[in-house]
């Protein structure tokens, strides 16, 4: 069910993508999403996005879920562009590896941001 896709352009890897299915709710996972910061604005982004939602459609999952900590805002438009909605906000997100010291609760006020494509109704 784990997915990954590699954007390739004159030989050289610009941009991938990963995703996990889940068969509990019938949902795909967009796990990571990354393009070289030389090729960004060019559409891979969106390219990548849409390699992820065709295999949840051709897959019958019924929605495709992701979370972010992107401040840009580049990175929330594309995800609306592709069809996604905002679905709500964790204040003081603890990122993978954190210790939630008080160090690191007093610097890292990060902000994670959930989205949900529903492909069709379960």
Request: charged share 25%; with cysteine.
């Amino acid at each position: 069910g784990s997915c990954f896709w590699v954007a390739v352009l004159d030989g050289n890897v610009v941009g991938i993508v990963a995703a996990r299915g889940n068969e509990e709710d019938n949902t795909v996972e967009l796990l990571r999403m990354s393009v070289d910061s030389n090729y960004r604005g060019k559409g891979i982004a969106k390219a990548l996005g849409r390699k992820v939602l065709e295999f949840a459609m051709l897959n019958n999952y019924s929605s495709v879920v992701l979370g972010t900590t992107a401040v840009k805002m580049a990175a929330h438009k594309l995800y609306e562009s592709l069809g996604f909605k905002h679905v709500g906000v964790v204040e003081h997100y603890a990122l993978p590896g954190m210790t939630r010291s008080l160090l690191e609760r007093m610097f890292f006020q990060v902000r994670y941001h959930r989205y949900r494509l529903q492909l069709r109704e379960e």
